[in-house]
Each structure stands twice: as structure tokens, then as C-alpha cells.
């Protein structure tokens, strides 16, 4: 496989598990199916509803996918899971209308096609996203190795202010643990200071552009 990124784990946040039998498959696709929805699965993990089930505590738990091995990924792409009949799973999401476009999130149905979240109620739509946040790192090889274009964000764990550096022109989001949006900042500078002497401790999560980074504030 080929790849300016890979993704070597994703993230989610449980929001109920019912069941110990079956199996959650997390996958990443390619967005090349009809209409930009998930076409080619490019790799994916299976987690046993049992283990899933013994790491859920209260929504939302917080539980990290590793990959046996990194997927690449070359452009936008997704992330999500299958479940299996016999025992029901979901992550937590946003709120209703709290989504800047829900036709980001896909759900396949009985007849094996893909929906975009537009579809749901009739019609009338689901703005949403679901708390899925695959971590995406560049591929980087022997000849191209340098430190001029990689992102860094610190300090982390942080207090007052973050700096998120080669961000020049970004759009930078800064996500709570609920996936609410808490932050934005457009057009970023090459060396973006950001206040975030306002938040309250906990963790939260980053999208530089495409790539997702966690950091966690403690004051």
C-alpha cells in the first residue's frame, strides 16, 4: 500500500455496550465510494463485544483502537465500526445540530449501501458527528526525514496557552471530550499561540487540517 499518512490507532468514546457476544470490526476507508461515501476498506481491527463490555464504564468512556499494523491513508478518508448481531454498541456523538455537516458521517443499511446522516428521520437529517477520532501521522521515509513541516503542539500536558507550530494558514479546532467544538482559530500563523486559560481540566482533542492531536490541561 502507498500513502503520504497512516493511521495507527483511532479513538472513541463508548456510550453503551449491551451484550458480550460478537465482535466490533474498526475500519478506515478510502472516500472514493458513490457520491464521496466509504468505498475501499483499507484496514481494520476486531474487538470482542466482552472486552469492549469490560473496559465501559459510563458514557463516555474513553477507548483506544490499536492497529496490528499503521493504515495508510493518502487524502481525506474514514473511520467507524461494524457490529455484529447478538449485541448492541454505539459511541457517544454531539448533539443535534451542534454538527457543521453531517453528510461527514455515513451509516450503511439493511440493503448494503451507504447513507449519509442527511437520510435519517425521513429525510429531514441528523446533524451530527460521532465521537470517532482516528490519529494520523505522516509517513515519513529515510529521504524526506525533517522536522521543518511536522506539527508539534505544547507544552502537553498544558495550563494556560498552547502553541501549535508549522500551522501556517490552518484552520485549527479544539474538540472537549463530548466532541463539542470549544475553540477555533482560522488561518493559523507558522507559530499559533492559543489561550486556553479558559477551559476546564481534562482532555481534549486538536484537528490541525485533517490530522487529530489529544492534549490533556491541568491547571
Known sequence: ???DKEVPSMLIHI?????????????????????????TKLGSKTITM???????????????????????????FYAGFFTSTGSDFAVTSNTHGDAPNATYSWEMWTDNEWYDFSAWNNGAGLDIHLAIFPEVCPIVNIENLTTETKINIYP????????????????ILIY?????????TENASSYQNIDTSEL??????????????KINIIK
Open 1 to 3: 500500500s502507498s500513502g
Open 15 to 39: 456510550g453503551a455496550v449491551d451484550g458480550t457476544t460478537g465482535n466490533v470490526e474498526f475500519a478506515i476507508w478510502d472516500n472514493n465510494g458513490t457520491g464521496g461515501a466509504p468505498g
Open 50 to 76: 466482552a472486552t469492549l463490555s469490560a473496559a465501559f464504564s459510563e458514557p463516555p468512556t474513553p477507548y483506544t483502537v490499536n492497529f496490528d499494523n499503521p493504515i495508510p491513508v493518502n487524502g481525506n
Open 156 to 171: 502537553n500536558p498544558a495550563n494556560n496557552f498552547i502553541t501549535i507550530t508549522n500551522a501556517k494558514n490552518a484552520n
Open 176 to 184: 472537549n471530550i463530548l466532541g463539542e467544538v470549544v475553540h477555533t
Open 200 to 213: 476546564p481540566n481534562g482532555t481534549y482533542f486538536i484537528e490541525v487540517n485533517s490530522e487529530v492531536f
